[in-house]
C-alpha cells in the first residue's frame, strides 16, 4: 500500500532542531516517536484515525509530510494541523522587526534567528497534558500522561513501529477509573471534569472568538488557573500572543538577572512585545534551558 507524500515550504529561517528537541522530550510511547530528522505520530480528525511522519529536508525550505491512506479523507485538515504544529506559517522578519526595539530579545533573536512556536497537534491533548503536568516537571508530566494513553488509548494498527496507540477520547478520560495513576487526587478531579465538560459538548476547546475568551472559560473550571489557561491557548493553538506570566521559566530566564523578575513585572514589560507575546516567551524558554 502507498502512503501520499506531501510538501509544505516555510519562511527560513527555521529550525529543525528546536522543533526535534520539543517533542523528543515530551514525546509518549506507543503514540509518538522522533528519528533523527523525522517526527511520526498517531493521530484521531473527528472519525478518522491514523498516523503521520513528518520530514525535514535539509537541502530545501520545507517539510514532506507522509501519512496513512485513511487520512486521505481529512488531508486539508491534518495539513493544516500539521502546518501550525510546526509553525511554518510564521514571519520571521516580521517578528523580528518587533522586537528588535527590546535589547533583550533583538540579542536573543540574533542568536536563535529561526525560533518558531512548537504546538500541539490536538487541543484536547495539549489541555490534558497542561492539567497533568501541573506543579510538576516536564518529565514527570510526560510520565503520568503516557500512563493514560497505556491505560485508556485505543489501540491503532498498520502503523509504523513504534507506534501503536491513539491518544484516549474526552470520554474514555472522564469515565475511567484513574487510582494509582500518579497524581493528587485533586488533579484527578480537575482532569476529569475537564474532559466530562468536552465531551458533553458544554466546553468547546477553540478560540474563534478570540484565545481571551477561551482563556476566561477555562479559568471557570475548578483546578484550572491562569497558567494553565494562558498554557493551553499558546501550546495547543499557537496564539501568537497568548502568555503565561508566572511561569517559571519565563520569570527565571538569565536576562532579568540573578533576582530573577516578578510575574506583575513580567506582564507589565511584556506590553510591548504584544501582539507576538508567544514568540517571546519561546526566546526566554530558550534562554532559560540553554538550549
Known amino acids: 500500500m502507498t502512503n501520499t507524500l506531501l510538501t509544505l515550504p516555510y519562511q527560513a529561517p527555521w529550525d529543525w532542531q528546536q522543533f526535534h528537541a520539543h517533542f523528543q522530550l515530551r514525546a509518549i510511547a506507543g503514540q509518538e516517536c522522533l528519528g533523527e530528522r523525522d517526527y511520526c505520530r498517531s493521530f484521531r480528525l473527528g472519525e478518522v484515525t491514523g498516523w503521520f511522519r513528518v520530514t525535514a529536508l535539509p537541502d530545501q525550505h520545507a517539510l514532506t509530510l507522509e501519512h496513512s491512506e485513511s487520512a486521505k479523507a481529512c488531508q486539508p485538515e491534518l495539513m493544516q494541523r500539521v502546518r501550525r504544529m510546526f509553525d511554518l506559517d510564521a514571519q520571521p522578519a516580521l517578528i523580528a522587526a518587533h522586537f528588535a526595539a527590546d535589547p533583550h530579545l533583538a540579542a536573543m533573536l540574533v542568536r536563535n534567528p529561526g525560533l518558531r512556536l512548537p504546538t500541539a497537534f490536538d487541543a484536547f491533548e ?22 493514560l494513553v497505556a491505560r485508556l488509548g485505543e489501540p491503532l494498527a498498520e502503523a509504523p513501529n513504534g507506534i501503536d496507540r491513539l491518544f484516549p477520547t474526552p470520554a474514555a478520560i472522564a469515565e475511567a477509573n484513574l487510582d494509582g495513576i500518579g497524581m493528587p487526587g485533586k488533579r484527578v478531579q480537575t482532569l476529569q471534569h475537564f474532559a466530562a465538560q468536552v465531551d458533553s459538548g458544554a466546553l468547546r476547546l477553540d478560540i474563534s472568538q478570540g484565545a481571551s475568551e477561551l482563556i476566561e472559560r477555562l479559568c471557570a473550571l475548578p483546578g484550572i488557573g491562569p497558567w494553565t489557561a494562558e498554557y493551553i491557548a499558546l501550546r495547543a493553538f499557537g496564539d501568537a500572543d497568548a502568555f503565561p506570566a508566572s511561569d517559571l521559566g519565563l520569570i527565571k530566564a538569565p536576562i532579568w538577572g540573578p533576582a530573577g523578575i516578578s510575574a506583575r513585572q513580567l506582564q507589565v514589560h511584556a506590553e510591548a512585545w504584544r501582539p507576538w507575546r508567544a514568540y517571546a516567551a519561546a526566546h526566554l524558554w530558550h534562554n532559560y534551558s540553554g538550549g
Do not use: E, F, H, P
Request: charged residues 15%; without cysteine; glycine residues 10%.
Open 126 to 147: 495539549q489541555a490534558v497534558r497542561a492539567i497533568v503536568g501541573q506543579q510538576v516537571t516536564v518529565k514527570a508530566a510526560v510520565t503520568i500522561t503516557g500512563r
